[in-house]
């Protein structure tokens, strides 16, 4: 019993340690968003919880929201990196990303619920999304999570081309995406705990 607890401990470990190393790659690539993936995960690990996620989903999606920018590594260096606003066809490049995370991470067996949540992280609750436009509950639980953190920290962090917004702000962008870009439900659970969401995003 003591030899398989040390075994999983190591293996949880070796994980722990590809993902910090995945991770890690790509933002010697992308130097606009350094240590966005960990506020991600942060967000949606703490989300998780006040939704009632059992602890073994909480921390898969923590992983996945860890994850969910890696097919960034794919995309072209001049147009990750671009100052100004995309061009049609430079866009069409970033929108190859969760994409090309699927295939990195869907390699692993252990890994294939993740690189699904990392597939569809920019689905809309409209439909309006991509890659595959899935809507509402056909998007998986874990990528809806991630897609409303991940937006969170988009527009609370300070980029090339404008300032972050504050608090208040965010959340009333949030409030107006509500059953267009994400799940009601979750926006919800987000408008009936502010307070925790600005402890939390203060943290991250």
């Known amino acids: 019993m003591i030899s ?3 075994f999983r401990t190591r293996e949880k470990s070796i994980y722990h340690d590809i993902i910090e190393s995945l991770v ?3 933002e010697a690539k992308d130097i606009y968003t350094s240590g966005h993936s960990k506020r991600v995960a942060f967000l949606t690990y703490e989300l998780s919880k006040k939704l009632g996620l059992s602890r073994v989903d909480c921390e898969n ?3 996945a929201a860890h994850l969910h920018d890696i097919g960034k590594i794919g995309v072209p260096d001049k147009v990750l990196n671009k100052h100004g606003k995309l061009l049609p066809h430079e866009w069409e490049y970033m929108k190859m990303h ?10 692993s067996k252990k890994l294939k619920p993740i690189a699904k949540m990392v597939l569809y992280h920019h689905e809309r609750w409209d439909g309006r999304g991509y890659p595959s436009k899935l809507t509402q509950m056909d998007i998986p639980l874990g990528a809806r999570i991630i897609a409303i953190c991940d937006s969170i920290d988009a527009m609370t962090s300070n980029r090339p081309y404008r300032k972050e917004m504050d608090f208040e702000t965010c959340m009333r962008e949030i409030s107006i995406n509500k059953a ?3 799940d009601p439900y979750i ?4 408008e009936d705990n502010l307070n925790f ?3 939390i ?3 991250k």
């Open 4 to 6: 398989e607890v040390l």
């Open 24 to 26: 890690t790659a790509l």
């Open 61 to 63: 999606m923590h992983i």
């Open 98 to 107: 969760p994409q090309i995370g699927y295939d990195i991470l869907s390699k």
């Open 180 to 182: 267009i870009m994400f």
């Open 187 to 190: 926006v919800e659970c987000i």
């Open 197 to 199: 969401m600005r402890r």
């Open 201 to 203: 995003i203060s943290l």
